[in-house]
């Protein structure tokens, strides 16, 4: 397996645009997790789904932030619309079962102008 | 104050030395996870232990669940070992991070 997929890897935007990060869990993994990186507060959980269904998106700083799961190989982050305060690193991790390894994708650089 | 707290926040090191990071947390707990992010790079699970300790290759993982601390040990230092790592609770299926320890070490 190539392991958790994210694109685009780097992404660079205006204030105001819609943006969407995408993930590609590893196959059989029945938890995906979205998680922020800033140099300010480190890693947070953003929302995190199993078999597909959102399960706590207690994380997830605004309405203009939303994710969806359509299949158990994919899953989208969408920021609409998209500010400056957004600039970050975004993972994606999967794990097999609960409370196991996590598996992290090389993450998205956000940089929103 | 933090559940999840690490120390030192920042360490250097020369190569050879023996490194020990600690991790130290507030919330009952599943398990511990111990990751390692490279400058630009993603993130690595190094260990997930939740009793007593765990070796590969050069590092070594121990976790003290009534004192609520675990310490990340390098034997043998090298300069390939400069990064981030970072300390990670589950007290249920997500993940709750501490800030992490930058470790630097030099030839």
């Known amino acids: 397996d190539a392991g958790v997929i994210q694109s685009p890897r780097h992404e660079v935007t205006e204030m105001g645009q819609e943006v969407t990060l995408r993930c590609k869990p590893i196959s059989g993994h029945d938890y995906l997790f979205w998680y922020r990186q800033t140099m300010m507060r480190g890693l947070e959980l953003l929302i995190y789904?199993?078999?597909?269904?959102?399960?706590?998106d207690s994380g997830m700083p605004e309405d203009r932030f939303s994710a969806k799961m359509p299949n158990a190989s994919f899953s989208t982050l969408k920021i609409q619309p998209s500010e400056p305060r957004d600039s970050a690193v975004y993972f994606c991790?999967?794990?097999?079962?609960?409370?196991?390894?996590?598996?992290f994708g090389q993450g998205t650089r956000l940089t929103v102008v | 104050k933090n559940e999840v707290e690490q120390s030192p926040q920042n360490l250097t090191a020369q190569e050879g030395e023996f490194i020990t990071i600690n991790c130290s947390y507030s919330v009952g707990i599943s398990a511990l996870h111990w990751l390692q992010q490279h400058p630009g790079g993603g993130i690595v699970s190094l260990f997930m232990?939740?009793?007593g300790k765990k070796k590969h290759g050069r590092l070594i993982a121990t976790i003290n669940i009534q004192e609520k601390h675990s310490s990340l040990h390098i034997t043998a230092s090298h300069p390939r070992d400069s990064a981030v790592y970072i300390c990670a609770v589950s007290p249920t299926d997500k993940l709750i991070f501490g800030t992490g320890t930058r470790l630097q070490v030099f030839p």
């Open positions: 991790a999967s794990s097999p079962l609960r409370n196991t390894e996590a598996f």
């Open positions: 789904f199993n078999n597909n269904v959102p399960i706590d």
């Open positions: 232990l939740s009793s």
